[in-house]
């Protein structure tokens, strides 16, 4: 009996750890959404959900109910098997690339080597999920969106690839962990200062590669329906959505922990840092996540959706030559020793 | 069989029934997906060779970036398969010495004398602290760097060639100026005109 729980004892235990960060982050999910729609609906004058339960908290829990309930319909000319497939080809990569998140110092399910690239790598999976629903789906608008967001993908990957080079240059590893240890100093130690138009195009690339307003041609409600997932119904539709804000959140999370500092804090190195010292890490990450999800949110509630030749004109003709020009002087920097980032 | 073996026999099964799909399988839009299927779980056997950093390269070249093009472009085709079958006969004695003539310039340079364990001792795994990525660039960027130069100078001249093969010029196309756009302001698009009120009739 003994030997048994010696063997299974440490899967069990990264299951358990697997389990307190996705439970987490569905809640999150949940009422990312609940927050999405109260935000927009104040910068809009309107109050947004407030029937079910007091004000309006119970409004996640009612829709992920209704969803659940609903039917799932599979069209009669679609490939049954992709169909069913795609969704989960979009959750998977969402979710595993949470498992090298470091949360804290020594807060991490997975700590390995490459954890940046392993989650570029995940990051770009992502697509798959809705090109085969496009395709599966066989009608005209969902093929339409999944086109629309294979050549936007490919376009703002390259950016962001870029964005993340100048940081592993700064940080000196491709580790997250040690990324975060690196900005140890003050605000002003923090990745966003010396990489300003890297975090900037970083972000902007965050919000495109989510396919998220005002990138999200590959729904475009007044062009073609709802893009890829049109036909999708019930749980099905519901894989999408998850997704689609579980990526939104790791976006955030990464901006934070590779330009705001992680769970650094941000009154390190001033006269009241020890007035700080009991809030734990964790809180100031999640801080920092909140203020990039926060800028979603206003992003989609202010600018209108752009057109298709401008988001591939950004993309390729705006964001690459920057980050491939700041990429040089951030090398000269290097090679000069400028502090407090680079000796 | 420990662990470690089991995992390379599964994706090893994984990896030879998704490579004979490719080629098997009629609709070129589910032998591209098994393409995909068949680059992930090459990458899965890469990383039990401790070739991490190779193995998340060639997800994100190969499955995040190349695949997605390709299949953006097999998704748009609208391939009739039967006229592709007709002369199947006719060239297969090309096909046939084709294949034969491969497989032996592969016999003769990977076989058991070459690569065989006699040849190549097993390499003895590295402890926790190996990282493959900085071994992989400290290589890279000193004992082979002029190859590694003359390959990325090649891959510059087939991206150029590429752009100005496939660039065209058509005279009399419609298109933005993004500056002029961005540049504009109300006063050139409206004009303001004050006028008297109109007496009433």
Known sequence: MVEFWELIREPVFIVLKIVAIVAPLMLAVAYLTYAERKIIGYMQVRIGPNRVGPRGWLQPIADALKLLMKEIIVPSSANRFLFLIAPMLSIAPALAAWAVMPFTDTLVLADIDASLLYILALTSMGVYGVIIAGWATNSKYAFLGAMRSAAQIVAYEIAMGFALVGVLIAGGSLNLREIVLAQQGSLLHWFWLP????????????????????????????????????????????????????????????????????????????????????????????????????????????????????????????????????????????MADIGPWFD | MDFERFIFYFFAAVLVFAAGRVITVRNPVHAALHLVLAFFTCAALWLLLEAEFLAIALVLVYVGAVMVLFLFVVMMLDINVSPLREGFIRYLPVGLSVAALIVIEMFLVVRARNFGADAVAIPARHGADYSNTRELGSVLYTDYVYPFEIAAVILLV???????????RRPGTKHQNPVDQVAVKSSDRVRLVKMKAEERQ
């Open chain 1, 195 to 334: 990489l300003f138009p890297l975090f900037i195009i970083y972000f902007i690339s965050g919000v495109a590669e989510t396919n998220r307003a005002p990138f999200d041609v590959a729904e475009g409600e007044s062009e073609i329906v709802a893009g890829f997932h049109v036909e999708y119904s019930g749980m099905a539709f519901a894989v999408f959505f998850l997704a689609e804000y579980a990526n939104m959140i790791l976006i955030a999370a990464l901006a934070a922990l590779m330009f705001l500092g992680g769970w650094l804090s941000p009154f390190e190195g001033t006269w009241f840092e020890s007035w700080f010292t009991w809030v734990p890490g964790v809180f100031w990450l999640l801080a920092k996540t909140s203020l990039f999800l926060f800028f979603f949110l206003w992003l989609r509630a202010t600018f209108p959706r752009y057109r298709y030749d401008q988001i591939m004109r950004l993309g390729w003709k705006v964001f690459i030559p920057i980050t491939i020009v700041w990429l040089v002087v951030e090398g000269a920097a290097v």
């Open chain 2, 158 to 168: 087939a991206i150029i060639a590429a752009i100005v093969l496939t660039m065209r």
